[in-house]
């Protein structure tokens, strides 16, 4: 995969060749986005929640009195740290702000934990339509700065506390790394927006030549945004739409990743250039061979598990 730092992000990224493994299961996996109503999408997505799963030191369940109600947290630890106390990731699992389950997610996070030496926390914040914006930044929030206040006792090294998600998780990590600059919160080690929706990419290139049969349907995120937000809500807002703040500097170090066939390719990538134009220490990292969702998709193409084994291996060398 070619990785790259701020000074060396290209002015633009395609697509490769689609990884035949992947091309080959797509069309009996689910589809994000599809034109179904959404209790048949949920339904859909339950495949990629099902075991057996990767082997793991320990998993808890922390039940915390979260701002909107009780709030699940899923606690992962390596079978061999990389450090103690730990690095730690929290991680806001993707799915439109509609869709996914921490079971969806486990295989990649058992993955990242193992590999990288760390905990990782995956949010199970409230979905959309169910609950609106702001419900989903609020409890991602406060699990972080529970994190921070709870270090100690989590065995959890503050220093190395970092925050990541996936589509819509890593355009909610793009908003909660501003809001805590904004604050002046607590400094995050890293931010790891992979895939992020930075803006809406309905005018862009990789929206329209990735548009359907690619796990996530361009079209489909109109139907996911509408499911977000209140008809008052402004979509231009930073804490919704991160690529408007009016600054990107002062933020965590970054691992951004990217990849060719997926609608979300060209508003990340523009992110990752917003990031370094404006001085943060970046790691982009473009994956043209791959689609959307790719940490979900490791039992079903070895391209797959092999770039989820080398974020892992990047996050491992911020926080572990």
């Not at 008052?232 to 804490?239: S, V």
Request: aromatic share 8%; glycine share 10%.
């Amino acid at each position: 995969m070619p990785v790259y730092d701020r000074n060396t992000i290209p002015q633009t990224v395609g697509r490769g060749k689609l990884d035949p493994e992947l091309a080959a299961w797509l069309p009996k996996g689910p589809t994000l986005g599809a034109d179904v109503p959404i209790a048949q999408g949920r339904r859909d997505h339950a495949m990629l929640g099902e075991g057996p799963w990767p082997q793991i030191g320990a998993v808890e369940t922390l039940v915390l009195p979260g701002p909107h109600g009780s709030l699940t947290v899923r606690r992962h630890t390596p079978t061999r740290p990389a450090s103690t106390p730990l690095g730690a990731l929290v991680y806001i699992h993707g799915g439109g702000f509609t869709y996914g389950t921490l079971d969806e997610f486990e295989t990649a996070m058992r993955i990242i934990s193992e590999r990288a030496g760390i905990a990782t926390y995956v949010v199970d914040y409230q979905l959309a339509p169910e609950a609106k914006y702001p419900t989903q930044i609020d409890e991602i929030e406060y699990v972080v700065r529970w994190l921070f206040d709870n270090a100690a006792d989590q065995g959890v090294d503050p220093t190395k506390i970092g925050l990541g998600g996936d589509s819509a998780g890593g355009n909610m990590t793009c908003v909660i790394a501003l809001k805590l600059r904004d604050k002046g919160g607590p400094e995050l080690a890293v931010q790891v927006p992979l895939f992020p929706e930075a803006a809406f990419p309905g005018d862009t290139l990789a929206g329209s030549e990735n548009r359907s049969g690619l796990y996530l349907e361009t079209n489909g995120i109109y139907e996911m945004v509408r499911n977000l937000l209140n008809n008052t809500d402004d979509g231009r807002d930073p804490y919704v739409t991160p690529m408007n703040a009016s600054s990107h500097a002062d933020l965590p170090d970054t691992i951004l990743v990217t990849n060719g066939f997926d609608p979300l390719r060209d508003v990340g990538h523009a992110y990752a250039r917003k990031l370094a134009a404006a001085g943060n220490n970046i790691t982009y990292v473009h994956n043209p061979d791959l689609t959307h969702g790719f940490p979900q998709f490791t039992r079903y193409s070895k391209a797959c598990h092999r770039a989820t084994e080398e974020l892992a291996d990047l996050i491992n060398a911020r926080i572990g």
